[in-house]
């Protein structure tokens, strides 16, 4: 059995059911999501931030590899009563198979000032 198989079987498994929103269409799937979760110590503002400190802000997706997305930047993503955009993903790769997706997510605001937006 490939890798992606067994990846997919797993979120099937222990994922939760989530909506896919592009414009006028949704979708459902199923996928991990958490809060993001820091690993390690990293200095920001001079401050430590304690190992698996919650960012509360940013939060960790994985999909399966053939998750049915055309358009990240338009995707809205609903988990229960939370809403998500994506900030940024990936497809993980283990040799030339495509094994899932990762994504940091964004609590979803119409109109949202990011820190790294530029004006």
Partial sequence: MRLSRKVCKLIEKYGTTITLCE?????????????????????????????GFADKGHFLMIA????????????VILDGDMGYTVKRSEIVKAGDEEVYIWAVLIVYAKEREDEYESA
């Fill in 23 to 51: 414009g006028s269409e949704e979708k459902t799937a199923k996928a991990v999501i958490q809060p993001m979760m820091y690993k390690n110590k990293m200095y920001v503002g001079s401050d430590v931030i304690p190992l």
């Fill in 64 to 75: 399966p590899h053939d998750l049915p997305v055309k358009n990240y930047k338009n995707l």
